[in-house]
């Protein structure tokens, strides 16, 4: 599935978030946003995502859906929800539920019988390392590391076409942290997905994501292609100009 | 920094906390009504204090002696009014706690200014223009400046008891019994005609204030002195317990709720519902509250004979089914707040959400159902009033409540405390009050035209095509949730955690 975005634009107030005139992510991709505090990466996913509006311009989803070929823009259907799995907070979590009851709730309103969620969720015992499923414990009173990981789980429970994870190595613990780098990588192997993630993590993002993008203020600056790691220098430099 | 200049600037913090609350800043009628509340309960005390202050003029002893033997009286409303405005110490000095202010000192910050709070002048009102009538004439302007200052004081110790009470309440909730009993018992002792023995030394209390006499002072002095050094001591507690709050992280017993499991999506939104009101304090006590009061007026109705007029009957029936809606559906969407982007980021979800709303609150109109089958046995209400405001309820006036989720774009905490004046908004309010009112009127045209039998036939029509059409008109607030949705999720994002 691609993501084309067209002149979008968003301010508040003053302050120019996202300013983006045409960028487009390839299905297939895996794409990672860096850049410094406020440069716009979160807002970029909310207007993904159709969370805020935008001022100007807009997301469109492109791509082949039960052979069917589809192009449509965010903000004027629903559809894309159904290809769609994120994770950007925790105003994604509906907090007073156990995990398991919250993967339940979200595999039974997508019709995702209850064997299929079994079999789904013992692709990530590993990642949640016992401490998350087959507790009583409700979401609220999980650590903030194991709230991340209810949250990335959820969202790759359905096998989206298109996965939004933002700052997904926040609060997991180092093992953790490799697992969900091997996670990616290997769902977007299997299931040929786009998958969006936004870092403050540049060694993480060069690992498993052959192209990044620099924002700044809401811009992209650079569009690097990282096949082989060559980008490690560039951000490195950049980042270190910055400071 | 002097400790004066910190208080200055705890002060200035704590106005503009208030007064920058998102949804009070953006709320321009919910200020406007604030003041308006303001003006209107002063309006309401100064009437009471003139026409109170004429009414026992000339009497047999001095005025102001009648209204000082039953001064308990007003203690006891402003105590019970406090539980709806004031927070806790503790809850507002935590987050200074990781800054380097000694917390001893930011909890006497806090004790003094409840105690310099304006509210405890807020009965002078009253005070001033009965004095005035009634203290000025008889004992000069000497006396009625100790009577005034003497009530101030009073207020000051019934506003630290508050403190007190409220805080042992954030441990168990049971402890508001306390102050409640001791309210009853003095009440019922006070109202025991030619019998009441509290009245002499309340007189000769209040009086003391009056004649500036040393020891009344000093008793309210003492008082005050011990209720501020417990406050302090209870406060401290509970001020390590609110930095180190860590509620129960076990559950005791995870329901699952496997019978609505063949609903499908349905069924999850329903679990969900019932969860939430069993999972979150804040949530659990609104559902309680209003299903005590059902309760209480159907006691009260059943075994008193003070309601027994025609209107009262009608009220209590309508209000019986209608108290749980305006208390939960009036603030409908606020609690999805704090998950909102989830739900937006999944198909349908709010419709689906709003239609098992809609079952969960019909469904549960079968507890006042039941608390009013006795009425009808006895013959208090009648059949037709209680299947008309049933059907009425679900059909239409469950309708007009669900037009919030339209308009509601306010994030409530689940789990904590809020005090009243950061909720309700225009549209809330407007609507909760037209629902109160609005069905009595047009039972009463109704009744009046049709008769007892015939008259409630309209309102189970209209019901009736209400809940026929529940698919019709809640795809509709859905649709107009989702072209509000930027403004109401922009709302949701801004007064969370806020």
Known sequence: MNIIINNLKKTFGEKVAVDIERYEIHSGDILGLVGNNGAGKSTLFRLILDLIKADTGNVHMAGVVQGNPIDINVTETEDWKDWTGAFIDESFLIDYLTPDEYFHFIARISNMSDEVLDSEMKKYEHFMAGEVTGQTKLIRNLSAGNKQKVGIVAALLLHPQILILDEPFNFLDPSSQNIIKHLLTSYNQETGATILISSHNLTHTVDICPRIALLENGHIIRDIENTNGEAQAELENYFEVEA | MTKYQLYKLVEKTETLKDERHPMFE?????????????????????????????????????????????????????????????????????????LPIRRS?????????????????????????????????????????????????????????????????????????????????????????????????????????????????????????????????????????????????????????????????????????????????????????GLGLIIFFSIMLYFTDIYDGGFMKSFICLYNYIILG??????????????????????????????????????????????????????????????????????????????????????????????????????????????????????????????????????????????????LWLRNIYHRFMLRRYVNMEGFRASRNS
């Open chain 2, 26 to 98: 953006r709320n321009k009628f919910m200020k406007f009504l604030a003041w308006f509340m303001v003006a209107y309960y002063a309006a309401i005390l100064l009437f009471l204090g003139v026409v109170l202050g004429f009414a026992l003029k000339g009497d047999y002893s001095a005025a102001y002696h009648r209204l000082d033997g039953g001064f308990f009286y007003l203690l006891i409303i402003d105590f019970w009014t406090r539980f709806a405005l004031q927070e806790t110490p503790a809850q507002k000095t935590h987050c200074y706690a990781l």
């Open chain 2, 105 to 289: 000192f930011l909890m006497k910050i806090y004790l003094i200014r409840n105690m310099l709070s304006l509210g405890n002048l807020f009965w002078a009102f009253f005070l001033i223009p009965f004095g005035l009538v009634g203290v000025v004439p008889i004992a000069g302007w000497d006396a009625m400046l100790g009577w005034l200052i003497g009530y101030w004081l009073l207020f000051v110790f019934n506003g630290l008891c508050y403190l007190f009470v409220r805080a042992l309440c954030m441990r168990h909730m049971l402890w508001f019994l306390a102050p409640l009993s001791i309210h009853i018992i003095l009440a019922c002792v006070c109202t025991i005609p030619d019998h009441n023995v509290l009245r002499v030394p309340f007189v000769m209390f209040i009086n003391g204030f009056a004649t500036w006499d040393l020891w009344a002072f000093l008793i309210i002095a003492g008082l005050i002195s011990i209720v501020l050094w417990s406050n302090y001591r209870l406060q401290m507690g509970m001020l390590y317990n609110e930095i180190g709050k860590k509620e129960e992280v076990q559950l005791k017993n995870a329901s699952q709720f496997s019978v609505l499991n063949r609903y499908g999506a349905m069924g999850e939104y329903l679990k969900m519902e019932i969860k939430l009101r069993m999972r979150n304090k804040q949530v659990r006590t609104q559902f309680f509250v």
């Open chain 2, 326 to 471: 305006v208390m939960t559906l009036g603030t409908i969407m606020c609690y999805e707040g704090n998950y909102i982007d989830g739900l937006m980021a999944r198909r349908d979800s709010i419709y689906d959400l709003l239609r098992a709303k809609y079952y969960f609150n019909s469904a549960i109109l079968i507890l006042p159902f039941l608390f009013i089958i006795p009425l009808m046995i006895i013959g208090k209400i009648s059949v037709w009033m209680n299947i008309g405001y049933l059907l009425f309820t679900v059909g239409v006036l469950y309708p007009c409540l669900f037009q919030l989720a339209a308009y509601n774009k306010n994030t409530l905490p689940l789990n904590t405390k809020l005090t009243s004046a950061k909720q309700g908004t225009m549209m809330q309010n407007i609507i909760s009050m037209v629902i109160l009112f609005l069905p009595l009127a047009l039972e009463k045209i109704s009744v009046l035209l049709l008769g007892p039998v015939w008259g409630y036939i309209p309102f189970i029509i209209l019901g009736f095509i209400g809940i026929t059409t529940h698919h």
